[in-house]
T-cell receptor, first 114, second 115 residues
Framework: SQTIHQWPATLVQPVGSPLSLECTVE??????LYWYRQAAGRGLQLLFY??????ISSEVPQNLSASRPQDRQFILSSKKLLLSDSGFYLC?????????????FGAGSRLTVL | SQQGEEDPQALSIQEGENATMNCSYK?????LQWYRQNSGRGLVHLIL?????REKHSGRLRVTLDTSKKSSSLLITASRAADTASYFC???????????????FGTGTKLQVIP
């Protein structure tokens, strides 16, 4: 069966510090991978999606970047965090191809920038 | 950008009552999905309805889709305290780069079921 792991679960970082959130998927190959951000009490904003290694698209201009060093690994990074980067970050995967794209989410990473 | 808007934003009902949540969206879709999120957790997929379907059932869940009005509803029958969560609709449409589907979420309805 497929599983998705996301870490760290919580993170408190000072403004200007770097960020690295990691997500890995097991039990499938060539998944579509996604990073979403959820502000408090709000919906999910799609940040990045990837349909393969070296195929990453950004949905909104921002202070963040994403990389996919391996087929089932997706990393969200920042060189210098801003206060506005605080939020709940969710990684998700779906089966590759043009199918129905049901997402399976990780448990989330709560980032507080002080 | 947000594709869907849920209505109401918050809903409080007694256990045993039915809960209805609505979702409106803006662009053409391939399918519409509903997800549930317990506080501080990841989202869990509940049900998917394709653009050529009008109604779908899964257990106590009933979803309708009206593509002419660009709207969907989620009905939870005989609600339980354990149904307390936030519910999100999500629309799937082709990526701008073509081919694969992008899933965009609405703002969610926070449901409280009082025992």
């Amino acid at each position: 069966s497929q599983t998705i792991h996301q870490w760290p679960a919580t993170l408190v970082q000072p403004v200007g510090s770097p960020l690295s959130l990691e997500c890995t998927v097991e039990g499938t190959s060539n998944p579509n991978l996604y990073w979403y951000r959820q502000a408090a009490g709000r919906g999910l904003q799609l940040l990045f999606y990837s349909i393969g290694i070296d195929q990453i698209s950004s949905e909104v201009p921002q202070n963040l970047s994403a990389s996919r060093p391996q087929d089932r690994q997706f990393i969200l990074s920042s060189k210098k965090l801003l206060l506005s980067d605080s939020g709940f970050y969710l990684c998700a995967w779906s089966r590759g191809g043009s199918g129905a794209n049901v997402l399976t989410f990780g448990a989330g990473s709560r980032l507080t920038v002080l | 950008s947000q594709q869907g808007e849920e209505d109401p934003q918050a809903l409080s009902i007694q256990e045993g009552e039915n809960a209805t949540m609505n979702c409106s969206y803006k662009t053409s879709i391939n399918n519409l999905q509903w997800y549930r999120q317990n506080s501080g957790r990841g989202l869990v997929h509940l049900i998917l309805i394709r653009s050529n379907e009008r109604e779908k059932h899964s257990g106590r869940l009933r979803v309708t889709l009206d593509t002419s009005k660009k709207s969907s509803s989620l009905l939870i029958t005989a609600s339980r305290a354990a149904d307390t969560a936030s519910y999100f609709c999500a629309t799937a449409a082709a990526f701008e780069s073509g081919g694969y589907q992008k899933v965009t979420f609405g703002t969610g309805t926070k449901l409280q079921v009082i025992p």
